[in-house]
């Protein structure tokens, strides 16, 4: 017994030796703490541009029907989704950041990149999300003297974002994942800090793990943050 706690207090000591070796003697640390801040910084600039064209698109397809004139815009709308959503978002980096925006810094093109690849995926959501207000609510809206597009703004997308709010939570925690590819345009990104850290230092468990457990943690503060803002829209439907 005393053989085996003198063994794990040896591989403990040396555990820390090593961490400390790698993210403090080495003085690599600081990558980690800008790869966070890029991260943090491509995720919510995406995230804002990624509502704005789904609300958009969701708005002009959801509608077409009842509008003629909007319904070539609508084609438009299927068009750009099937093209984002069948192209793989690694891939759309690179075409942003070598053709389309080849004068851009890397953050600016993730940011962009990663907006409009979560746009085509948030337009479906929130269009399914209105689609499952009932149709009274429109005619409702409509007896009221309201336009068609009033009544969407005032009456059924409050409603369908209490549809859709789970979901569209899980795309911002997809998004956030989604963005360690960030690194393909020199982007110092979380993943990326944590390769540069493990090339430099030859320590792939303490870096790699290190990113996992960051990852891992701004994934649990997030789930947090969103049951906690479906509890409160719970209560004040229920008021």
């Not at 703490?33 to 910084?41: D, F, K």
């Not at 093209?83 to 053709?99: A, C, D, E, M, T």
């Not at 795309?171 to 090339?199: Q, S």
Request: with cysteine; glycine share 8%.
């Amino acid at each position: 017994m005393n053989a085996w706690l003198l063994t794990l207090r040896q591989g403990l000591a040396a555990w820390l030796e090593k961490l400390h070796e790698t993210f403090v003697d080495s003085g690599y640390s600081h990558l980690l703490l800008e790869g966070l801040r890029n991260t943090a910084v491509i995720t919510l600039g995406a995230l804002l541009i990624g509502l704005a064209i789904g609300v958009l698109i969701a708005v002009i397809k959801f509608c077409a029907d009842g509008v003629p004139v909007l319904r070539p815009f609508a084609a438009l709308c299927d068009l750009y989704v099937t093209v984002i959503r069948g192209v793989p978002v690694v891939v759309l980096l690179l075409i942003f950041y070598f053709i389309i925006l080849a004068s851009a810094d890397g953050i600016t093109v993730a940011i962009l990149t990663f907006g409009i690849n979560s746009g085509a995926y948030m337009a479906e959501l929130i269009r399914s999300g209105m689609n499952a207000v009932d149709a009274g609510q429109m005619e409702a809206g409509r007896s009221l003297g309201m336009s068609r597009l009033l009544t969407v703004r005032k009456i059924i997308l409050p409603q369908a974002l209490r549809y859709i709010l789970p979901a569209i939570g899980n795309e911002f925690i997809a998004l956030l994942k989604e963005t360690a590819v960030a690194g393909y345009v020199a982007v110092v990104d979380l993943t990326r800090a944590g390769n540069l850290i493990r090339n430099n230092t030859f320590d792939a468990v303490n870096t790699l793990g290190a990113v996992a457990l960051i990852y891992l943690a701004a994934v649990v503060l997030l789930s947090r943050l969103l049951a906690l803002l479906e509890r409160r829209m719970r209560a004040q439907t229920t008021r």
